[in-house]
């Protein structure tokens, strides 16, 4: 499998790498059409406008960064059909069982007349494990899934901080309600409600 040669997914990326680019893709990012009224007066004064711009490019930032984990995650489950694992066998010609751990293989070979099977059981998974890791570290797929999780941090940090910050102007008033509707769309298993704040 080739490299995928991005950037992104290196071990350089830092949250201040991070937040780096994203105060240059807010800069550059129009405001989320109908989200505020804008005005010079009302966006200088109001920190919750410029919290709601920061949120919006990480939260774009964090989308782009979990499509490009899924893809490489997807890349190495159709080279190697699953995660590492091994068969267990259950006895003679009983068919086997799928084991993903060390754990596992100690849990359903407990036996010390299967002390061989156990041995060659960890071994295999041990192989396999070797083969998954030289596969990632050609794709990036554990420094993409870091980088995803380093995103997604700082995302909900803004989000935390937009969801506490007091609005100052209509603009601010406007960023929270719509901040407040994104909140209860993108998160189903809860409500929010102005009691909440």
């Not at 995103?151 to 969801?163: N, R």
């Not at 189903?188 to 009691?195: D, L, M, N, Q």
Request: hydrophobic share 40%.
């Amino acid at each position: 499998m080739a490299t995928s040669g991005n950037k992104d997914a290196s071990p350089e990326t830092t949250r201040r790498n991070f937040l780096a680019r994203a105060a240059a893709s807010i800069a550059a990012a129009p405001a989320p059409a109908g989200a505020m009224v804008r005005t010079e007066r009302s966006e200088q004064g109001d920190p919750v406008v410029s919290l709601w711009r920061d949120w919006m490019a990480a939260h774009r930032l964090c989308g782009e960064a979990c499509r490009r984990q899924q893809k490489l995650e997807s890349e190495l489950l159709r080279q190697f059909r699953s995660f590492p694992r091994t068969k267990v066998p259950f006895s003679e010609d009983c068919g086997f069982i799928w084991a993903y751990s060390g754990r596992e293989i100690d849990r359903l070979l407990p036996n010390a007349d299967q002390d061989e099977m156990r041995r060659q059981a960890r071994a295999a998974l041990a192989a396999r494990r070797r083969e998954w890791k030289a596969a990632d570290k050609r794709a990036g797929y554990t420094r993409a899934k870091k980088a995803e999780e380093e995103i997604a941090d700082v995302e909900e940090a803004l989000a935390k901080e937009l969801w506490n910050a007091v609005p100052q102007s209509v603009a601010g008033v406007a960023v929270k309600r719509k901040r407040c509707c994104l909140r209860t769309l993108t998160t189903p298993e809860r409500t929010y409600s102005s009691a909440d704040n």
